[in-house]
T-cell receptor, first 108, second 112 residues
Framework: GIQVEQSPPDLILQEGANSTLRCNFSDSVNNLQWFHQNPWGQLINLFYIPSGTKQNGRLSATTVATERYSLLYISSSQTTDSGVYFCAVGPGGFKTIFGAGTRLFVKA | DADVTQTPRNRITKTGKRIMLECSQTKGHDRMYWYRQDPGLGLRLIYYSFDVKDINKGEISDGYSVSRQAQAKFSLSLESAIPNQTALYFC???????????FGEGSWLTVV
């Protein structure tokens, strides 16, 4: 099956700093999503981005499908950005495979 | 109100007890899922349902059962709970393409 690797596993930032999270996957996919899990456990869908670039406020994501990776950019980080960021890939739906996540802590 | 609602949000139960987690959604989606998350790990699929009459086992279905009572309702049961089923459980929905998955708030289950 498809393997999903996220890096770094852990990241500590000072508030206001920028960061880049990476997701590598082992096979061609037509579905890639980024999720944020807040410290209370809630999972929020950030982006559906099988290819190209999208932006939503301080967050943006780029997927280079031909090279099998995706990047999530967080600019001017805030304490509310803390949590775990998951990349999920696959054909979609029940075949979606989740990475182990990047745990982000933003210090005030 | 949340599009995907799970109850209970927190539950402590004893080994051997039966427990049901309920999920309802207002997204109008046909596809519904139950996932399990263990500390430090990603999500693993327990069961998924394409519609009321189509229910399928996921990666880790042993020890679990499900019921799709209606398009909007999908419940997960632990027939005889055991401590290693202690985890955070998520219900989710998607449209038929599965491009975007919407999760419930999660149900924290502790089996003692």
């Amino acid at each position: 099956g498809i393997q999903v690797e996220q890096s770094p596993p852990d990241l500590i930032l000072q508030e206001g700093a920028n960061s880049t999270l990476r997701c590598n996957f082992s096979d061609s996919v037509n579905n890639l999503q980024w999720f944020h899990q807040n410290p209370w456990g809630q999972l929020i869908n950030l982006f559906y981005i099988p290819s190209g670039t999208k932006q939503n406020g301080r967050l943006s994501a780029t997927t280079v499908a031909t090279e099998r990776y995706s990047l999530l950019y967080i600019s001017s980080s805030q304490t509310t950005d803390s949590g775990v960021y998951f990349c999920a890939v696959g054909p979609g739906g029940f075949k979606t495979i989740f990475g182990a996540g990047t745990r982000l802590f933003v210090k005030a | 109100d949340a599009d995907v609602t799970q109850t209970p949000r927190n539950r402590i139960t004893k080994t051997g007890k039966r427990i049901m987690l309920e999920c309802s959604q207002t997204k109008g989606h046909d596809r519904m899922y139950w996932y399990r998350q263990d500390p430090g790990l990603g999500l693993r699929l327990i069961y998924y349902s394409f519609d009321v009459k189509d229910i399928n086992k996921g990666e880790i279905s042993d020890g679990y059962s499900v019921s799709r009572q209606a398009q909007a309702k999908f419940s997960l049961s632990l027939e005889s709970a055991i401590p290693n089923q202690t985890a955070l459980y998520f219900c989710a929905t998607s449209d038929y393409r599965g491009n975007t998955i919407y999760f419930g708030e999660g149900s924290w289950l502790t089996v003692v």
